[in-house]
């Protein structure tokens, strides 16, 4: 009975950490690593990870034929890359044996309760970002301003409306029409110059970059399955930012008369 708690405890810890990294953004094959790392180091002989974008597969089996199964179903995320480079680095702590596995599991329990950064400085980020980007995609010094506002106001939209209560699909097309509109009127005022910088910078907040990349990475590592997910769950973000911002323009034109450029 003791062997069985001592594999289960072990490939417990170990999926524990997996399922963190996974749902803050990490490549498959990191995962994985990261988790053999850890059933090695604490004695585990026979186990099998099995890992998907949304799912974590784990078996293992001792000397004497104790056995241990688990899955567990992790919803598709944001990134949080944060975490997932605190649990590697505990993984290889692990690894040059600095911790029993009662710590490693309580450092585990740490960084899942890593608090997020406040609300004001995730909106100040957001709108940073915005308008740092606006300037690089060649937009004026104005241009950058304009798009620093809009962030702003996308960043309480992410903060307080999509997060909480909004699809990913509803959220990230009510966004983009947030930032076009109001990209349009600063336009329309005559406070910035050019349109296609400053919605350019100002939907750069709401592109999964990471899951982009990591898609292609896992796709690149023969993990087909979950890159061509990654990479689905990405399309569909940036089709719906192309809707957002259409939506706004088209009816700018069926209003006013004319096409923005």
């Not at 995730?122 to 004026?140: E, K, P």
């Not at 702003?152 to 983009?176: C, D, E, R």
Request: charged letters at 20%.
């Amino acid at each position: 009975m003791e062997k069985v708690k001592e594999v289960n405890h072990i490939l417990s810890v170990a999926m524990e950490a997996g399922k963190i990294m996974l749902e803050n953004g990490a490549e498959i094959y990191r995962v994985e690593d990261t988790m053999d790392r850890i059933a090695k180091h604490y004695g585990s002989t026979d186990h099998h990870f099995f890992v998907l974008t949304n799912g974590i597969f784990v078996s293992g089996e001792d000397k004497d034929g104790s056995a241990f199964s688990k899955l567990e179903h992790i919803p598709v995320h944001g990134a949080d890359l944060s975490k997932v480079i605190a649990i590697n680095q505990l993984s290889r702590e692990i690894a040059q044996d600095k911790y029993t596995l009662e710590e490693a599991a309580s450092k585990i329990d740490e960084i899942r309760n890593i608090k997020n950064k406040s609300w004001l400085l995730q909106v100040f980020a957001t709108a940073l970002g915005s308008g740092c980007f606006a300037i690089l995609l060649d937009g004026t010094m104005r241009d950058g301003i304009a798009s620093f506002i809009s962030g702003i106001a996308l960043g309480f939209f992410i903060y307080f409306v999509f997060k909480p209560y909004l699809s990913k699909i509803t959220g990230n097309i009510v966004g983009a029409m947030i930032i076009s509109a109001i990209c349009v009127l600063f336009k329309e005022l005559g406070f910035a110059d050019s349109l296609i910088p400053m919605i350019g910078g100002g939907v750069i907040p709401l592109v999964p970059g990471v899951a982009f990349v990591n898609g292609i990475r896992d796709i690149g590592d023969e993990d087909y399955i979950s890159g061509a997910v990654r990479l689905l769950d990405a399309m569909l973000v940036f089709v719906c930012i192309a809707v957002g911002v259409a939506t706004i323009l088209i009816c700018y034109e069926k209003i006013v008369g004319g096409v923005l450029l």
